[in-house]
């Protein structure tokens, strides 16, 4: 496989080409890893399929009625195994996949601004796992809600595909939500979103949040929905918090001639 080392000019630039066989080289290290931990997941598919599927099972027990996936086609397993193994592979690859879109963005950016988002690095990958898991109790209130609606006496076979895609969907979306707060300061580190336009932009922040919590969760009652998005929400005002201080930073280590007086600057 080709080195990931970036060829520059002097000048640290890098042409197309060089950018294009990077990323081709990036996404093929991530999709190994998501390979490689679908292998794992396709051991241990038994106990994923299990927790994923207890919803189903305790609402049967509930309503002492029918409630299971159902499987319609012959390749219908299979393909279910095979996605549900990469979704764990996904999880379990997340520190690389993370790690490959870091180093990617990464070299553009100046000594000390590389180890503060090598940190957020270290941050976004529990961040990713504490958004799977808050997504992934919430499941079997979201599934009891939606299959509230299935008359008495009815037999609620759920086709395994479509049940399976949205519950991961479910998962993945809400872990990556809470990679926010690391988007945010890179945005922020590469001179993009400066901290006080963050804070400015708070009220349309919570209102998209308030608005994916709900989409996301379809619940009629509001508590579910707030549980999601508190946590979205301080962290976001969180990474507003450390864009301040990165700013801070560049502003005290600012070359002096870079600074004009007062007078000078309204002479000008």
């Avoid at 630039?13 to 060089?18: F, I, T, V």
């Avoid at 379809?218 to 990474?239: E, G, Q």
Wanted: glycine content about 6%; proline content about 6%; overall charge positive.
């Amino acid at each position: 496989m080709p080195s990931l080392r970036r060829q520059r000019d002097p000048e640290g630039r890098m042409s197309l080409g060089d950018h294009l066989r990077e990323l081709r080289n990036r996404i093929t290290i991530s999709a190994i890893a998501i390979v490689i931990g679908g292998v794992v997941g396709w051991i241990y598919y038994d106990r994923v399929i299990e927790a994923l599927t207890r919803p189903l099972r305790d609402i049967a027990a509930q309503r002492h009625s029918v409630v299971n996936i159902n499987f319609a086609g012959m390749t219908d397993a299979f393909a279910l195994q095979l996605t549900t193994s990469l979704f764990v592979g996904l999880i379990i690859a997340s520190p690389i996949w993370l790690f490959q879109i870091w180093g990617f963005i990464v070299p553009g950016l100046t000594s000390k601004e590389k180890l503060v988002a090598r940190l957020f690095v270290v941050a976004a990958v529990p961040l990713f796992l504490a958004g799977c898991f808050f997504a992934f109790i919430m499941v079997p209130k979201a599934v009891a809600v939606l299959l509230g609606f299935t008359p008495t006496g009815a037999y609620n076979l759920q086709d395994g595909s479509q049940y399976l895609n949205f519950v991961l969907k479910f998962i993945v979306a809400f872990g990556c939500a809470f990679l926010l707060p690391v988007f945010l300061v890179a945005l922020n580190l590469i001179g993009v979103l400066p901290a006080r336009a963050m804070l400015k932009g708070w009220r349309p922040a919570v209102m998209i949040i308030l608005v994916f919590a709900a989409v996301m969760t379809p619940t009629p009652d509001a508590y579910t929905m707030l549980f999601l998005a508190a946590p979205m929400v301080a962290l976001y005002f969180a990474s507003v918090g450390v864009a301040f201080l990165v700013d801070r930073r560049k502003e005290e280590h600012k070359p002096d001639w870079l600074e004009v007086p007062d007078d000078q600057a309204s002479a000008l």
